[in-house]
């Protein structure tokens, strides 16, 4: 199925990307480079040798901005989890849900190896799921990061609060590095999931590399329900291996489960609704750029939430998915525009563009979009999960003058709005 930027319909996941899903929505200096066609169609499921050795790219080495919160040093480990309560949703032969977890904490001291973006592999079947051309394939496994490979974590016992991170579909969960990055400086730990079979590739530990079966349904009724569903039990089976008796990271001592939160870009962002209405345990959520999809029963839902969007979401827009929703959060919320941005400025995909030979459509550029990011989840997570005041919530900035702070009772946007 091909989705096209600017197309008509309300896209599932987030505007202008349809389904959300089609997550790499930049204008290219040759637009067929980076074309947003549909997902391919692999066999259930597929596994995929490794990738070809490196060779010099011609455009540069993407580079993650370092932190500017918390001036921490940043740690980074992978997880490795399965459940066996359940089948795979996408591959119902597999008799239980792996999935990969990247987690990203405040370390005890900076050095050693810097962590890798992400596997040359998976560099590979990103780039050519996106139709991108003209660099070397393995150019998103040598973007560089600030985060220290297996670091060892610093914090007291039950000192730190969790954020998990949901990434658009067909998105590896590190493309959201630059906020998760960030957040970890601050003291936060840092759970970006990969949803397995729901992008482009995840990498096991024994090599197995799952490609995205999913994509085979994209476009079927209720495929956007069925998505955000999934991911809610995935948060939710996380949560358990990272809390409790049943943790399986050496510094999870230092979580204090009664301060979580969730983030998304896209359908991330959607599925955060779907796992606060399915685990209490998730005391706030936000959700950039997505359309939802979980519907908030009658009663509401009274924790904190923050729909921070593009232009496509602003109150009374193509997308009436947030003015539902808004009409029954009926506890502290927030809602953001930025008008000049893109679907996936608040990604990490503009900051990779420069090397791919890509341009950036909208006036917020790459760096700007990152900060702005940056700056209002981390506010968002300070008011809500360390109970610190955070003005940039409550009035318009003169240090981000980007973003509108809307009022969708009078479907508005702008100074001195606040919903």
């Not at 560099?123 to 040598?142: H, I, N, Q």
């Amino acid at each position: 199925m091909s989705h096209a930027v600017g197309s008509a319909p309300v896209p599932r996941g987030g505007l202008p990307a349809a389904s959300g899903l089609v997550a790499f929505s930049l204008t290219a200096l040759s637009l067929a480079a980076f074309s947003l066609t549909g997902c391919s169609t692999p066999a259930l499921p597929r596994s995929v040798p490794a990738a070809a050795s490196a060779r010099p790219s011609a455009t540069g080495v993407p580079v993650i901005p370092a932190p500017t919160a918390g001036g921490r040093p940043v740690g980074t480990t992978t997880l490795y989890l399965k459940d066996a309560s359940r089948p795979d949703p996408w591959v119902p032969e597999a008799e239980a849900r792996e999935l990969m977890v990247t987690l990203w904490y405040p370390a005890r001291a900076s050095g050693g190896r810097r962590a890798p973006y992400m596997t040359a592999k998976e560099s590979e079947l990103t780039l050519r799921g996106k139709k991108v051309t003209g660099v070397p394939y393995d150019l998103l496994s040598r973007t560089r990061t600030n985060a220290y490979q297996d670091a060892e974590p610093a914090g007291r016992r039950a000192g730190l609060p969790l954020v998990v991170l949901s990434p658009g579909f067909t998105m590896p969960r590190g493309t959201l590095t630059a906020l998760a990055e960030e957040l970890a400086a601050g003291g936060y730990v840092v759970a970006g999931v990969d949803h397995a079979y729901e992008n482009y590739a995840t990498t096991f530990p024994d090599g197995r590399v799952a490609e995205c079966v999913a994509c085979d349904s994209d476009g079927d009724p209720g495929f956007g329900t069925k998505v955000v569903g999934v991911r809610a039990a995935d948060v939710s089976f996380v949560l358990d291996r990272l809390t409790g008796r049943g943790a399986k990271w050496e510094g999870s001592a230092l979580i204090d489960a009664s301060r979580i939160a969730m983030v998304g870009h896209s359908i991330g962002g959607a599925s955060a609704v779907a796992a606060m209405l399915k685990d209490p345990r998730i005391r706030g959520g936000i959700d950039m750029d997505g359309t939802t999809y979980a519907r908030i029963p009658k009663r509401g839902l009274s924790r904190p939430f923050m729909f921070m969007g593009s232009a496509g979401h602003a109150p009374g827009g193509r997308d009436n998915s947030w003015d539902r929703d808004w009409r029954l959060l009926t506890g502290w919320k927030r809602w953001v525009v930025l008008p000049g941005a893109d679907h996936q400025s608040f990604t990490d995909v503009p900051l990779l563009a420069g090397a791919l030979g890509l341009g950036v459509p909208g006036t917020v550029s790459a760096a700007r979009g990152a900060e702005i990011t940056r700056a209002y989840v981390r506010a968002f997570l300070d008011l809500h999960l360390r109970g610190e005041p955070r003005p940039l919530l409550d009035k318009p900035s003169s240090r981000y003058p980007e973003a509108e702070l809307c009022a969708p009772e009078r479907k508005t946007c702008g100074a001195g709005q606040v919903g």
